[in-house]
């Protein structure tokens, strides 16, 4: 069974920093292109970034380019957001999601910006 | 930016009874591979979002066959034949043709 799994989420103050990782499993990790979603609380769904299988290309919507950054590993099938200069309005319910048409989503990890 | 527009927001509907939902982009979505590239997905209460569409019309394994995509260029559909008290959620388009992808504003679909 293919299954994503969040994590790395939690509360930080403005300015600070977070990586979040999404390990993947049941699937060829390496052949995949992956997403990263938001959701802020109660509101719908925004697509954050992408990265090819190899890594080699990203795209990001504009209000995060600049502070987060998307990567993979690979060898460890693990998915990554390094998210720095933390907003409020980057609170959210974070999702990876696997491949160009989101066929396979995690289960999402929270992350709070509050001082 | 391509804009995504849903209508209804709020979809109140009686079980049995069949459920349309429009999805409106301000271009077409109609990409130079022949593709159009229009998602639906599903999302429960409390729960993550679920793939039901991918290229406008095909459903994704496990999707009840009450539910089915239909559209092209600008205009898109998502209906559901006969409605059952576990579809209720918010519906979300999304469309991967162009950078950024961006989805509607999600249609909440509710039981009479």
């Known amino acids: 069974e293919m299954q994503l799994l969040e994590s790395g989420g939690g509360l930080v103050q403005p300015g600070g920093s977070l990586r979040l990782s999404c390990t993947a499993s049941g699937f060829i990790f390496s052949n995949s292109v992956m997403n990263w979603v938001r959701q802020a609380p109660g509101k719908g769904l925004e697509w954050v970034s992408f990265?090819?299988?190899?890594?080699?290309?990203?795209y990001y919507t504009d209000s995060v380019k600049g502070r987060f950054t998307i990567s993979r590993d690979n060898s460890k099938n693990t998915l990554y957001l390094q998210m720095n200069g933390l907003r409020a309005e980057d609170t959210a319910l974070y999702y990876c999601?696997?491949?160009?048409?989101?066929?396979?989503w995690g289960q999402g990890t929270m992350v709070t910006v509050s001082s | 930016d391509v804009v995504m527009t849903q209508s209804p927001l709020s979809l109140p509907v009686t079980l049995g009874q069949p459920a349309s939902i429009s999805c409106r982009s301000s271009q077409s979505l109609a990409h130079s591979d022949g593709n159009t590239y229009l998602n639906w997905f599903q999302q429960r209460p409390g729960q993550s979002p679920r793939r039901l569409i991918y290229?406008?019309?095909n459903r994704d394994s496990g999707v009840p066959d009450r539910f089915s995509g239909s559209g092209s260029g600008t205009d898109f559909t998502l209906k559901i034949s006969r409605v059952e008290a576990e579809d209720v959620g918010v519906y979300y388009c999304?469309?991967?043709?162009?950078?950024?992808?961006?989805f509607g504003q999600g249609t909440k679909v509710e039981i009479k």
């Open positions: 999601a696997k491949g160009g048409s989101f066929e396979i």
């Open positions: 290229k406008v019309s």
């Open positions: 990265v090819t299988s190899g890594g080699g290309t990203t």
């Open positions: 999304l469309q991967g043709t162009y950078w950024p992808r961006t």
